[in-house]
């Protein structure tokens, strides 16, 4: 594995990203960002949902628990907009609940992942030679893992109640390597800058170095990485429920919800739609956003596009 | 050639070793493979309990166990790698990992393969009418639907492509896509003709609902790589030299747009394994990933263990392959 | 989507006849015309090709080997006993059974014309051999046999065999009630299985080695012996079994040439495969209620029915506040029974009875109502609320308090499946109307929880079948391994031995009714119901019908199985 190429990241080697034009900077990939139409949407309804899943509980009567009041299997009507279940949850309360763990367990690994994974990276890349060589293979460990079946390993092992945060520090462990391959290769391109010379002659310490000018200069793989990330751990997560190795009821995940209502499509399709398509919505965003933040944040590629 | 490979399947070894140690320690620290029995009603007998810890080699310290894993030096001759064995089974004092693995490794290759091969064709297809057709509604209807199958769990597209298939029946008033099974009884004494019906009919389901994960992000990747190429000096260079159009695409676009593609192809194969141990229980194939769910269930740490060290090697294997093909694909060399 | 698959459906009609014959043909390999190929479900993987060993056997197993193991009679769908007298010469006699006056003997005669697949007939041998290796190692038949049904092979001191007949003495001052049980479908093993395909591998089942090591060839050899209507003529235990008839079968000739048992681990399937012709039908494990209203609606046959295994909440009365036996019938008094079945089960499987009897089903004859006069699992919240009251509990705003202390929480358990995890939602639900708190810990591994007593309410199901006389003593007596809330009542132990060790059934329910009685006071263990299971058959097929007693499920009757006219 020591000579796999790595893919073709994108990546700003640009002088130009460095020192005072930070600002215009900021401004132009803001205004590329906000030409990216679909981009654009998907924020807007992902920010959205967001708020619907962490402020929404507060507003709505049901949270996702059973109450005795809540007749069973009703389908969408006023009282119950989406409906009800066999024990008698409202499915609203549900899915915003569902739809609030998912994103917890999403946004943690995301925020796990890019951290270990740039550090990781930016230190590989900066320290090079024989270091760079051990740390890559450590990489390469993660890498040759199939993460769902290595997640569900430890999960499944792990006994009695899974909840949120187990579920996201499980895959968190196991999914930073992709952005650490992604920030060696920036860094290894920006380490023989002047301005890295320059800081280093300055008598710079490497992890200053490695936090104060290496990584603010991949920002730009670093950030569309990460939030690549976070639709890969919402997929993940529902894999691991449909193999009921994932948050365990009472709680509720969309994944869960996914799983559990797999028969119902044409029955109680209330059960089966709304939680599938918020899921596929959100990582349908999430990829548009992904997409848009590509745009903006290189350059280069844009041009090539343009 | 042989030389560069020998040296690279080499390379490997301390990879694989580094990542089974690393599975190792995790599994053994997260589960108890006797718990079952320890907790069963009646509670079995201490020497029962015994007996297990010794067959298991759960009596020894965790190091001592793993040198053992590696090399069976000092077990009863049912464990070390290097011998082949690879180390006793919690399901039964009879249940053969290695047997049983590779019984079901032909099973899972099968999709697998028929996986891989359907996404990157049609992920080099989608890619280049992508690239090449850039902006016009052929591109954002690919696009959209790249996007599309990244954002859908495998197993619920799996549950739609199966009522589609059944619907696809009634409508045409014969059977022809199965929704359970890998079809290798029905194959049985049939003529060429059969067989060939009878994988298609076994095989199209899912083959479409792994392949698409990977067919999404491998067409993006390949409409990316094309447009660079596109816009790149050499292909102008070859365009103002007035070749055909269609010769610069075949032979020296698509040829260098390839090469990340193969790279990026080589590591998602370890996505494709995940995926595959989701669609074989949603099309009941008894492939790796039932032997992976039961292994999980009832705390069978060999197997895990092997399991794990098998998906290891295929990745790495599909990482060699990648390499030699980017020294076939890449221009440099073979430019004319 | 439903609307649109019935369209379909209606304009495929002209064509049906074409497709059952390539729901035929889907069916297996080599086909020739117009033969009856039969494709059945059996909803998991059988871990072993023997039905006896506590590890292999399971009703998974036993489905795979119907009608390829021989029984001496079985339970049938309406809860009747009958002998197979096409195994048997005649019914078994019982010739004494009175321990006082002699040792408890009994004797089975084989028919003249049963023969093994090979030719070889079968004999009081074949019995001997099964009860040696269904007794537990120390009894000192078989070294390394792991029974799963070890309580009445036990019991054993002696065997003599002349021929086809078999008589079993059983050990001083023991008596079996259940006699008739040791070789018939519910017995550990599902049947008998041969004694001469030891000899003939080497083996002498008399040296406790080797029977050992015949007893794991049976769990580890694909059979190709039968003893049935059907023979296994091809399969692994991974993905299905092929049968074929029995050429060698002195009975009523089998109507099908093939049937494939499949295995399916996954009841979402269940639904687009029979619609496809995959399938022509199963007995789910499981109760679902979505694949029950879907097959509805595809037009088969669909029975739901209560199954064997009934579902019921247990106190750990170890607890410090569930030590209280006034708290203990309170929760059961606040724990809505009727409402926990109706939302589980009510839509697909509207007429649902509540269990009343731990140990006896409505429909036997020994069956007394224990629970509604006791007012426990009623639901009936001012009733709790006044035994707690009684009893110096005080409500402090939603918490119930005792002497200013919160009462709880409680650890509120059970496995992973959807009804009892909707159940358990439920009594959650319920109990917080008392001020009692409680918190949802789902496992996957029951019997360590039990085992450990790492509970204080639990739901779980015990396995029930006509068979009744050990129950109260492995559920409640206070040694037992199984009364896992550690209940301990001296009228409970009594009545419990005593059910177990009756010389006859009559008097063997007269006390078992009596133990339940002595129990439903403790607000130990509140039956709920028998989880209903479902049933669905193509109508392609004739004769059958799923069978709720038997472990063979609808496939108790698999050499009747016919295709319709």
Redesign the interface.
């Known amino acids: 594995?020591?000579?796999?190429?790595?893919?073709?990241a994108p990546r700003s080697t640009d002088a130009e990203s460095v020192g005072g034009a930070e600002r215009t900077q900021l401004q132009m990939i803001l205004s590329r960002f906000v030409r990216h139409r679909a981009a654009m949407v998907s924020l807007v309804v992902l920010v959205l949902i967001v708020l619907g899943a962490f402020l929404g509980p507060f507003l709505w009567r049901w949270d996702h628990?059973?109450?005795?009041e809540i007749p069973?299997?009703v389908p969408p009507g006023p009282e119950h907009p989406l409906g009800t279940?066999?024990?008698?949850?409202d499915v609203l309360g549900q899915l915003m609940r569902g739809a609030q763990q998912t994103l917890k367990v999403a946004f943690t690994v995301s925020i796990m992942g890019t951290v270990v994974g740039s550090l990781w990276g930016a230190a590989s890349g900066y320290y090079g030679g024989r270091v760079d060589a051990l740390m890559m293979?450590?990489v390469?460990?993660f890498?040759?893992?199939?993460?769902?079946?290595?997640v569900?390993?430890?999960a499944?092992?792990?006994?009695?109640?899974t909840t949120w945060y187990a579920v996201a520090l499980i895959i968190g462990f196991f999914a930073w390597a992709q952005i650490a391959r992604v920030v060696r290769g920036v860094v290894l391109s920006l380490r023989e800058q002047e301005f890295v010379e320059a800081a280093k002659a300055a008598g710079a310490s490497p992890s200053w170095i490695i936090v104060r000018h290496l990584l603010p200069n991949a920002a730009g793989p670093i950030i569309v990485a990460a939030t690549l990330l976070i639709?890969v751990a919402i997929?993940l997560e529902?894999?691991m429920s449909?193999?009921?190795?994932g948050i365990?009821?009472?709680d509720i995940s969309l994944?869960q919800m996914?799983?559990?209502a797999?028969?119902?499509?044409?029955?109680?399709?209330w059960l089966f739609y709304p939680p599938?398509v918020l899921?596929?919505?959100?990582?349908?965003t999430?990829?548009?956003i992904g997409?848009g933040l590509r745009d903006a944040l290189d350059p280069r590629?844009t041009m090539?596009?343009r | 050639m042989l030389v560069y490979t020998v040296r690279?399947v080499l390379?490997?070894i301390?990879?694989?070793l580094?990542?089974s140690v690393?599975?190792f320690v995790?599994?053994d620290v997260?589960?108890d493979p006797l718990?079952d029995l320890r907790m069963q009603q009646p509670p079995p007998d201490p020497s029962v309990i015994q007996l297990q810890e010794e067959r298991l080699y759960l009596d020894r310290s965790m190091p001592e166990r793993y040198w053992l894993w590696i090399t069976g030096i000092g077990g009863n001759g049912d464990i070390g790698l290097l011998q082949g064995k690879f180390g006793p089974s919690t399901q039964s004092a009879t249940y053969d990992i290695g047997e049983n693995l590779f019984l079901r490794l032909g099973t899972t290759l099968r999709l697998v393969g028929a996986a891989m091969v359907f996404a990157l064709g049609l992920a080099v297809l989608a890619g280049v009418v992508s690239a090449m057709r850039?902006y016009s509604k052929l591109d954002y209807t690919l696009t959209f639907i790249g996007?599309?199958a990244?954002?859908?769990?495998?197993?619920?597209f799996a549950?739609?492509m199966q009522?589609a298939g059944v619907g696809f029946n009634e409508l045409v008033g014969s059977q022809v896509f199965a929704t359970i099974g890998d079809g290798t009884y029905q194959a049985q004494g049939q003529d060429l003709w059969g067989r060939i019906t009878n994988a298609f009919a076994y095989m199209t389901l899912p083959t479409i609902v792994l392949m698409l994960t990977s067919f999404a992000s491998w067409s993006r990747?390949q409409r990316?790589?094309m447009?660079?190429v596109l816009?790149s000096d050499y292909v102008r260079l070859a365009r103002a030299k007035g070749l055909p159009n269609r010769v610069v695409i075949r032979r020296h676009a698509l040829r260098t747009a390839l090469?990340?593609l193969t790279?990026?192809a080589?590591?998602g194969i370890?996505?494709i394994?995940?995926g595959a141990?989701?669609t074989e229980?949603v099309f009941q194939w008894r492939g790796l990933g039932e032997f992976?769910?039961a292994a999980?269930?009832k705390?069978d740490s060999y197997a895990?263990m092997a399991?794990?060290l098998l998906?290891?090697v295929l990745?790495?294997l599909a990482?060699l392959i990648?390499?030699l093909l980017?020294g076939v694909l890449d221009p440099r060399i073979r430019y004319e | 989507?439903?609307k649109r698959?019935k369209t379909l459906a209606l304009a495929a009609a002209g064509t049906s006849a074409l497709m059952a014959l390539t729901a035929c043909s889907g069916g297996g390999g080599g086909d020739g015309e117009g033969e009856k190929v039969v494709t059945w479900v059996i909803n998991s993987l059988p871990a072993a090709w023997g039905s006896i060993s506590a590890a292999g056997g399971s009703v998974y197993t036993v489905q795979m080997l119907s009608g390829v193991l021989p029984y001496t009679g079985q339970w049938q769908p309406d809860a009747t006993y009958e002998y197979d007298l096409n195994v048997l010469a005649e019914e078994p006699t019982l010739i004494n059974e009175d321990p006082e006056a002699g040792p408890f003997e009994f004797s089975f005669t084989l028919h003249e014309d049963a023969v093994w697949s090979d030719g070889t007939p079968m004999t009081g041998e074949d019995l001997r051999v099964t009860m040696m290796m269904s007794a537990s190692p120390t009894e000192g038949y078989c070294t390394t046999c792991d029974s799963r049904g070890t309580t009445g092979p036990d019991m054993v001191e002696e065997v003599e065999v002349d021929g086809k007949t078999a008589t079993f003495r059983l050990k001083e001052g023991l008596a079996n009630p259940e006699w008739m049980a040791m070789f018939d479908a519910h017995s550990a093993g599902g049947g008998f299985y041969p004694a001469h395909l030891a000899e003939e591998n080497g083996w002498d089942v008399d040296d406790p080695d080797q029977l050992g090591e015949y007893y794991t060839w049976l769990h580890e050899t694909r059979p190709e012996w039968s003893g049935g209507p059907y023979q296994i003529v091809d399969g692994d235990l991974e993905n299905q079994v092929v049968k074929e008839p029995n050429p060698e079968w002195w009975g009523e000739t089998p109507k099908l040439d093939r049937v494939i048992m499949s295995y399916n681990t996954d009841?979402?399937t269940f639904?687009n495969a029979f619609q496809n012709g995959e399938i022509d039908g199963a007995n789910p494990a499981q109760y679902?209620?979505?694949?029950i209203?879907?097959i509805e609606?595809i037009g088969a046959t669909l029975t739901v029915g209560e199954g064997n295994i009934w579902e019921h909440i247990d106190i750990n009365t170890k607890n410090e506040f569930l030590s209280d036996v006034e708290l203990r019938r309170a929760i059961f008094t606040a724990i809505d029974r009727d409402?926990i079945a109706?939302?589980?089960f009510?839509?697909g499987y509207p007429d649902y009875e509540l269990k009343n009897n731990h140990i006896f089903s409505s429909d036997s004859e020994y069956y007394e109502d224990h629970i509604t006069d006791s007012g426990q699992g009623s639901g009936d919240i001012e009733a709790a609320t006044e035994i707690l009251e009684e009893a110096g509990y005080e409500l402090d705003g939603d918490t119930l308090t005792l002497d200013g202390e919160q009462v709880g929480p409680f650890r509120l358990r059970s496995t992973?499946t959807?009804v009892r995890?909707?159940?358990?939602?439920?009594i959650?639900?319920?109990l917080a109307?008392i001020g009692i708190e409680t918190t949802?810990?789902?496992?996957?591994?029951l019997g360590?929880m039990l085992g450990g007593t790492e509970y204080d309410i639990v739901q779980f199901g015990w396995s029930g079948t006509p068979y009744f006389t050990s129950s109260p003593q492995q559920f409640w007596h206070s040694e037992s391994e199984s009364n896992f809330g550690g209940l301990e009542n001296d009228e409970v132990d009594e009545h419990a031995i005593a059910a177990g060790t009756a010389p006859s059934l009559d008097e063997a329910a007269e006390h078992a009714n009596a133990a339940v009685a002595a129990v439903v006071p403790e607000a130990y263990s509140l039956p709920i119901m028998a989880e209903p299971n479902y049933f669905f058959v193509s109508d392609r097929l004739a004769n059958v019908e799923d069978n709720l007693q038997s472990s063979y499920r609808a496939t108790y009757n698999i050499g009747e199985w016919d295709i319709a006219e």
């Open positions: 594995m020591s000579e796999t190429k790595v893919p073709p628990l059973v109450h005795l069973a299997s279940t066999t024990a008698g949850h293979r450590v390469d460990v890498m040759i893992v199939p993460l769902l079946v290595m569900a390993a430890i499944g092992n792990v006994r009695g109640g639709a997929l529902a894999g449909f193999l009921q190795f365990q009821p009472p994944g996914i799983g559990d797999r028969t119902a499509a044409s029955t109680r399709p599938g899921l596929l919505v959100v990582c349908l999430i990829n548009f997409d590629q090539v596009r | 690279r390379g490997a301390p990879i694989l580094l990542a690393l599975t995790l599994i997260s589960g718990a850039q996007f599309l990244l954002a859908m769990p495998v197993f619920w549950g739609i009522q990747y990316t790589s447009l660079e816009n090469i990340p790279t990026v080589a590591v370890a996505g394994i995940d141990i989701l229980r992976f769910i999980v269930e705390n895990l399991w794990l998906s290891g990745v790495i990482n990648a390499d980017y | 989507m439903h698959r009841e979402g639904v679902s209620e979505d694949v209203t879907q609606g409402q109706s939302r589980n009510g839509a992973d959807v995890s909707n159940s358990l939602q439920l959650q639900a319920q109307e949802i810990e789902m496992t996957d591994d360590g």
